[in-house]
Nanobody, 127 residues
Framework: QAQLVESGGGLIQAGGSLRLSCAAS??????MAWFRQAPGKEREFVAAISTWKETWTYYADSVKGRFTISRDNAKNTLDLQMENLKPEDTADYYC?????????????????????WGQGTQVTVSS
């Protein structure tokens, strides 16, 4: 049973930066991703990363160019560097891990693809 623990959330002013981290207890080559959920809204995809012979990443349009996802397979960690944060980025951010490697938008954006989830870390962006 994998355990994912997120950290790095907090309160930040609009335009600021935050770096979220996720530590996985289980080494896996499966696709990893960040999702977020704002109050009263459904969980939505943020970014995903798959590494096999090369690294493949995919971002939601709303964060493209501002967020960068990365992973360190040796350390079993996943990061999300968030720049130029906006109030609409306010949400609980969740780390997720799949059992397989996916490089398809339809799969990596679907919550059902991911078997393991963290408890979330809160990000609040003030205007």
């Amino acid at each position: 049973q994998a355990q994912l623990v997120e950290s790095g959330g907090g309160l930040i002013q609009a335009g600021g930066s935050l770096r979220l981290s996720c530590a996985a207890s289980r080494r896996s080559s499966g696709t990893m991703a960040w999702f977020r959920q704002a109050p009263g809204k459904e969980r939505e995809f943020v970014a995903a990363i798959s590494t096999w012979k090369e690294t493949w990443t995919y971002y939601a349009d709303s964060v493209k160019g501002r967020f960068t996802i990365s992973r360190d397979n040796a350390k079993n960690t996943l990061d999300l560097q968030m720049e130029n944060l906006k109030p609409e980025d306010t949400a609980d951010y969740y780390c997720a891990q799949a059992n397989s490697i996916y490089t398809s938008r339809d799969y990596v954006t679907d919550t059902n693809t991911y078997f393991y989830w963290g408890q979330g870390t809160q990000v609040t962006v003030s205007s």
